[in-house]
């Protein structure tokens, strides 16, 4: 593999689901790539498709009644979609490791902390019981767990909601995994907490250098962690770019009315321009750009046909028409009458 | 003092304390002496971390729970001595809107059914076509239509369901309407068009409200004044644009700092000042100043003694001994703001 290829590269993904009203699309021809050592953020609101996403990365769909109908998902050159489930439970939690976003349910409330922490390691390592709890010991340090001796014995309800959350990032990170997925990691937690949080991840991606994927809703988040960003919306990717990129030259209407519509700490008597309307059903999504309905600049061929990627800038893509020369032109003609 | 005669206080919170009972005789201090009031016709926020007793307050507000100790003032009277008959007038002028709009409507009932459950009650029309009427006009108003009327709470999305929400609060047409957490459980373009939606309401009918929500960006965005609430106690007051510009409870500069900016360059400059450890449990509360467990410049004085909750500058109210008179003047780094 060529050092400077990819981690992960996520092909043309389609993931459905069979339900008793039909079939649901909520991935519908997804790609992105992420780089070694970098943080990529899913951004985007519920029901777009980034945890189905996420879940689909660590083949983590359960089937029935989901299904990866399409696509390719390359891990260090190796397809995981390809992979029989024997194998892909040596990637997971190895080289492969996932946070889920509410602390409360993602610990066995009957094991011990020490138990649930050394789980992975044992399964897949096959290090001997002290050599285990000795790493889980030094783990817990880094997460910034106190008295960790101690605490290993104790089980996951009398630990706090931020002391959980950082249990389950000791237990993605034991067996040093080269890429963490990180499903709305601080959404559960109080603010003071969530920077806690935050810091300690920018600390440990600085020491291992692990490449993270970040999904989240929050942009106030992506701001500070993220070094690129993928719009999603309706189960496809609508805007990628670097971090400022998206900030501060949101070209797709989605983007833009996303940030228009969060208020800012740091700025007063500003106006919220909240986007109209709700996101299309994805049982029957709309042939075209499935923000039309909602779109402020909307034309004809958007109702027809899914814009072609175009690109912004070299590292900032777009899909949306209103980035295709010929409307650009057009607009340039209304702008000079 | 003096009584500021333009702005009239419709709401007085007098030392309100509210205790749950738990095992062995303990007690839990959900809300512990907070006093504050809200003016006519002002949004006031109250914004704190989960279990800091700001839903409590506002549900001792409405009469919901009874008080512990203190007085909850509306327009003059007080709210927990009022009897049966008082009350139900009481319901007319102070409504509330709810948190999960998947769990506060009724889901056997119709739209329809919903709004008109609150007239029913109060007998506001003498007959249905009238109520009706005013239904198809309330839903008009938060951004519905007639014809959702005879639909269910299921058939709509979050958003739509907190305007039935809304739409229900409105059927008396009340004065003060307390929203607890109105938007969290909403997808952020949705926020926007239900915070407008209040905005334009209160604009068009002088409604006063009390926003409880834990989003500071959110909450000093809608509110004219915001109180900070920490572990049942109020430890900040002011008006929303100085309680960012001009912090002065250690708590609340924290608070401050954690809150990220959607704005990467911002974000890259920024200070935080990290609180070490959690909330501690409101069974146990510290000793003295509840935040000293936490604050980066806790004294000797912090632990022996319960700060007072004293006008530190004009409208600026402050429970922290760094603003007492001969209290020492201690700087704290951190939420600078940044100028780009």
């Given amino acids: 593999m060529n050092k400077d290829e990819p981690i992960l590269k996520v092909n043309n993904l389609h993931v459905t689901f069979s339900t008793y009203g039909g079939t649901v699309q909520a991935v519908r021809g997804v790609d992105f790539h992420l780089n070694k050592g970098e943080t990529l953020a899913i951004v985007g609101e519920s029901g777009c498709g ?116 950082r249990i389950v990032i000791a237990m993605a990170l034991i067996c040093e995994p080269e890429l963490l997925i990180a499903d709305e990691p601080t959404t559960a937690l109080d603010v003071t907490i969530q920077a806690q949080i935050l810091e300690l991840f920018e600390t440990i991606q600085k020491a291992t250098g692990v490449s993270i994927i970040l999904i989240t809703h929050d942009l106030g988040v992506v701001a500070k962690i993220a070094d690129r960003i993928a719009v999603m919306y309706a189960g496809k990717i609508i ?90 032109s057009l607009l340039a003609t209304i702008a000079n009458e | 003092m003096f009584e500021d005669k333009e702005r009239k206080k419709i709401l007085q919170v007098h030392h309100v304390k509210k205790y749950f009972p738990m095992d062995r005789g303990k007690q839990l201090k959900a809300v512990d002496d907070v006093t504050f009031h809200v003016y006519k016709g002002e949004t006031f926020g109250l914004v704190g971390e989960s279990g800091c007793g700001k839903s409590t307050i506002g549900r001792t507000i409405m009469g919901l729970y009874n008080k512990t100790a203190g007085e909850v003032i509306f327009k003059g009277r007080d709210v927990h001595a009022l009897t049966e008959r008082e009350k139900h007038a009481f319901y007319r002028e102070m409504q509330m809107i709810f948190q999960d709009p998947y769990a506060s409507l009724n889901p056997r009932l119709t739209v329809r059914e919903i709004i008109s459950e609150p007239m029913e009650v109060h007998r506001l029309f ?57 938007i969290s459980a909403l997808d952020v373009s949705v926020q926007a068009q239900v915070v407008n939606l209040l905005k334009t309401l209160q604009t068009e009918k002088g409604l006063t409200f009390l926003f409880i929500a834990h989003d500071l960006s959110m909450v000093k965005h809608i509110s004219d004044r915001i109180g900070v609430m920490y572990l049942g106690h109020l430890v900040e007051l002011t008006e929303s644009d100085t309680l960012y510009d001009d912090p002065l409870h250690p708590y609340t500069k924290a608070l401050l700092s ?3 900016i959607p704005d990467p360059d911002i974000e890259e400059k920024r200070e935080r000042i990290i609180l070490k450890g959690e909330l501690p449990s409101p069974i146990d509360p510290p000793s003295g100043c509840v935040f000293r467990t936490r604050c980066p410049v806790a004294m000797d004085i912090c632990a022996r003694k319960t700060p007072t909750w004293q006008e530190a500058k004009p409208d600026h109210f402050v429970a922290c001994h760094l603003y007492n008179e001969n209290g020492p003047k201690v700087n704290i780094q951190g939420h600078n703001k940044v100028e780009v």
Avoid at chain 1, 272 to 294: M, V
Avoid at chain 1, 297 to 315: A, G, H, I, L, R
């Fill in chain 2, 126 to 182: 003498p007959n249905k076509r009238k109520q009706n009427a005013r239904v198809d006009e309330l839903l008009e108003e938060v951004g519905l239509n007639r014809d959702h009327a005879n639909r269910y709470p299921h058939e709509f999305s979050g958003g739509q369901r907190q305007r039935i929400g809304i739409a229900r609060a409105l059927a008396l047409d009340p004065e003060f309407i307390i929203a607890d957490e109105p």
């Fill in chain 1, 239 to 328: 805007e990628t770019g670097n971090n400022r990129d998206i900030f501060y030259q949101p070209q797709h209407p989605y983007t833009k009315g996303l940030l228009n519509s969060v208020p800012r700490l740091d700025l007063a008597g500003e106006k919220l321009e909240p986007i109209e309307g709700t996101p299309p059903d994805l049982f029957s999504p709309p042939k075209g750009c499935p923000f039309a309905a909602r779109c402020p600049y909307v034309m004809e061929v958007c109702n027809k046909v899914f814009p072609v990627q175009t690109e912004y800038t070299d590292s900032h893509h777009v899909n949306c028409w209103l980035q295709d020369e010929r409307a650009k």
């Fill in chain 1, 50 to 165: 980034k945890s189905v996403t996420s879940n689909a990365i660590m083949r983590l769909i359960p089937d029935p009644p989901g299904k990866i109908t399409a696509g390719n998902i390359y891990f260090k050159g190796v397809d995981l979609t390809k992979l029989s489930e024997k194998k892909m439970r040596a990637i997971r939690g190895v080289d492969i490791s996932m946070i889920f976003q509410d602390p409360m349910t993602a610990l066995n409330p009957t094991l011990t902390i020490g138990t649930q922490l050394t789980e992975g390691l044992r399964q897949h390592q096959k290090v001997s019981k002290e050599k285990a709890i000795e790493k889980a010991i030094d783990i817990m340090e880094v997460v910034g767990i106190p008295n960790p001796k101690e605490r290993l014995k104790q089980y996951p309800h009398q630990f706090s909601g931020g002391m959980r959350q």
């Fill in chain 2, 258 to 260: 954690a809150i990220p």
